[in-house]
């Protein structure tokens, strides 16, 4: 249960605020430290742009890999980038199990399921100039301190982390901060975006589909398949915007680049003019997708129709073999009247195609 809330908590914040403006580029590195969670590594370092997963490091491979092919040509800017990331890599995961086991004895915690988390990342915006970072911790799916960049100063959410504020608030730690946030971070994201812009540039639609589990479940709108990430899914009943009984997920990532994002409609009466809507940054026109129940896919709808497919497939060998019984039947009556031969002719030219 732990787990899962710290996931969504940094879910929630990895989603930055929903601005639909193609000049507004991100840089964020998402690091899970975690112990005794089966199959999963103990640390976990994922870099993104503007959302798009670019690069990957775990504990368990041991390996600093691209996950975009248009990565590669950071080494024309930097030809050492590799072997220096993946060393930076190496080295801050023993800084973060060091951490992890501080704030394990913070909060007097030795054993268990336990997460701790690091999200840092910078903005720029390429028509103002304007740049501007986070780093926040979270401990157990809790906010546990966070560095704010305004005032240069660390925020502790937690009494526990007042030690750990005091020791960061050191002039040399908040320079080498300023100095990353204002300069290294914006500088690698530029030459990123620089490099991906065919990729971070296009726009690719969604797919749309209504899914019910159940008659009583509620609608789900599911958009997938569509890039960029700033996009906005809502209800409308009657051509007006729904809020009350409709709850949205965050926007996620697929494996491919592009992103997904659902939203639920409970409503006690689904006969009125429900619709959902989709808005795609860059794009003018939204796409809108009836509710009507004949394209509705539910279990349900799902189950009578592998039924049907069932019935079907069952019905046609039975045909079948009343047909080849209904022929044999008329073989052996004609055989016996002596006209064996002559139907046997007649089935030959019937069913023998010419050479």
């Known amino acids: 249960m732990k787990t899962r809330m710290f996931l969504h908590l940094f879910a929630f914040l990895s989603c930055s605020p929903l601005v639909i403006n193609a000049v507004f580029h991100t840089l964020e590195f998402i690091i899970t430290a975690s112990s005794q969670i089966p199959n999963f590594p103990e640390y976990l370092s994922v870099a993104y742009v503007d959302g798009v997963p670019i690069t990957h490091y775990d504990s368990m491979s041991g390996k600093f890999s691209p996950k975009q092919d248009w990565v590669n040509k950071i080494t024309t800017q930097d030809p050492h980038y590799w072997r220096r990331d993946k060393g930076i890599c190496i080295g801050y995961q023993q800084v973060t199990k060091n951490d992890f086991e501080t704030v394990n004895e913070l909060f007097n915690q030795s054993g268990g399921v336990h997460t701790f988390q690091v ?31 305004k005032q240069w100063r660390w925020l502790a959410f937690k009494p526990q982390a007042l030690v750990t504020k005091h020791k960061w608030e050191e002039q040399f730690v908040i320079q080498f901060y300023k100095d990353y946030y204002t300069q290294t971070c914006p500088e690698y994201l530029k030459a990123h975006v620089s490099n991906g812009k065919d990729f971070l540039t296009r726009t690719v639609l969604p797919r749309l589909s209504l899914l019910q589990k159940r008659s009583w479940s509620p609608v789900t709108c599911h958009a997938t398949g569509f890039y960029p990430r700033d996009a906005i899914l809502f209800w409308k009943k009657d051509g007006q915007k729904v809020s009350k009984g409709v709850e949205r997920e965050d926007t996620l990532p697929n494996h491919d680049g592009t992103f997904q994002v659902a939203a639920h409609l409970r409503a006690a009466d689904l006969s009125a003019r429900y619709e959902c809507v989709f808005q795609l940054a860059g794009v003018p026109d939204d796409i809108v997708v009836p509710l009507d129940h004949r394209v509705l896919l539910s279990n349900e709808r799902i189950q009578a129709e592998e039924r049907r497919k069932m019935a079907l497939a069952v019905a046609v060998p039975l045909a079948v073999l009343v047909v080849a019984v209904v022929i044999v039947a008329a073989i052996v009556y004609k055989w016996r009247k002596g006209e064996g031969r002559l139907l046997f002719q007649s089935l030959a030219t019937n069913f023998i195609p010419d050479k």
């Open 119 to 149: 999200m840092s990342g910078c903005s720029w915006d390429d028509e103002t100039g304007e740049i501007d970072g986070w780093r926040h911790y979270a401990y157990d799916g809790e906010n546990f301190i966070s560095l704010d960049l």
